[in-house]
């Protein structure tokens, strides 16, 4: 008989997203009166229509394809060159970042671009992520056989974890022990803490100095307005050498459901082989791509150009700026409540404590079942995420001023867990 792969059964539980959905649809099912009033800020997904270039492009692009003449087939499976030149432009080499054309790789999001990576990348690495940590960085190794069995109240065997509380300001400390591969997510998902030039210069010259890799994340960088917060690890001296970045343009364009991203593997970036033999991952990655990918679809592609546009640079920072004010209007909420309110700064996430003496699965229940509001729990993020709850604030502005004022709730069950 056929064989599976074993390391899918390592896995403690659903993916937590998945699970939250069944948790709503359940009550949802029982309540069909409630149902109509449920506002769902867990997930973080858009709400605001795409930005008007990206539609004018998209409407365009369409429009060739019913010509034969300006009809587009197969793409490169890397982007065509006039996108990936937009991106360095306008990403990178405008922040004075070293980062050439065919170092860009166009994919469907971030999401399949930091579980793909694990393809090229070896066996018997030790893997270091954050805690609390966005799900698929754990999740996508134990699948990949990095990791070993889980572990009693979450986690798994094999895997470092570098613990993000208040005491450290969710900024993780560097690792007491070896790691081969660090995932960084800056700002971060789910604690909204962004990484300051100081705390990503330590992490480059460590992973420099002991030949590890660092995959950043970055697929919110559009949202910091922090001038002395880095948007790319590639501004940091050294990185070309020690990490990939990965990016997203399912926030700063709303793509969520048009599906585009991108990943940054630089040339002079390298690791070992099993003879010991320094290895590229520029062409292990350009490979992988070419045999697994038919590419991004001719008009989303034009569509990402059209965001590099003067007028669609305008049009995403109103985007971003506009949920943004809904981070603010939703830490306002929970801050009158004398909840210890953290992210919504550089950031979409509202990362706040739960009411004392609930924890976090205990609060999403309270404020399905008593306000018909959908976050997200903290402890579906890892062991740090207990006591706490993530609020997308990607949601319509009537949706948003709705939350905030159903979060009454909260302060009701802080004064009686007194």
Known sequence: MFRVNDNFLKLSAGYLFPEIARRVQ?????H?????RIVRCGIGDVTEPLPKVA????????????????????????????????IADGDFRSRGCSIDDDEIFLSDGSKPDASA???ILGNGNTVAITDPVYPVYADTNVMAGNTGAAKA??????????????????????????ADIIYLC??????????????LTRWVDWAMARGSLIAFDAAYEAFVRDESIPHSIYEIDGARECAIEFRSFSKIGGFTGVRAGYTVVPKSL????SDGARVALHPLWHR???TCSNGVSWPVQCAVAALYSAEGRAQTRALTDFYLENAAILARACSALGLHVHGATNSPYVWTSCPQGLGSWETFDLLLTEAQVVITPGAGFGRCGEGFIRISAFNSRANVEEVAKRLSVLGAARVVSR
């Open 32 to 36: 069909p009166n409630l149902a109509p």
């Open 117 to 119: 990576i694990l393809e």
């Open 26 to 30: 359940a009550y949802a099912g029982a």
């Open 270 to 273: 390298s690791g070992s082989a």
């Open 288 to 290: 992988r791509w070419a």
């Open 55 to 86: 539609i004018d492009a998209m409407h365009r692009a369409t429009d060739d394809l019913a010509s034969r003449d300006r009809f587009h087939g197969y793409p490169p499976p890397t982007g065509y060159d006039f996108v990936r030149t937009a």
């Open 153 to 178: 109240g979450g986690g798994y065997e094999g895997l470092v974890y570098l613990p993000c509380t208040v005491a450290n300001d969710f900024s993780p400390a560097l690792p007491a022990t070896h």
């Open 186 to 199: 800056s700002p971060n998902n789910p604690t909204g803490a962004v990484l300051d030039r100081a705390a």
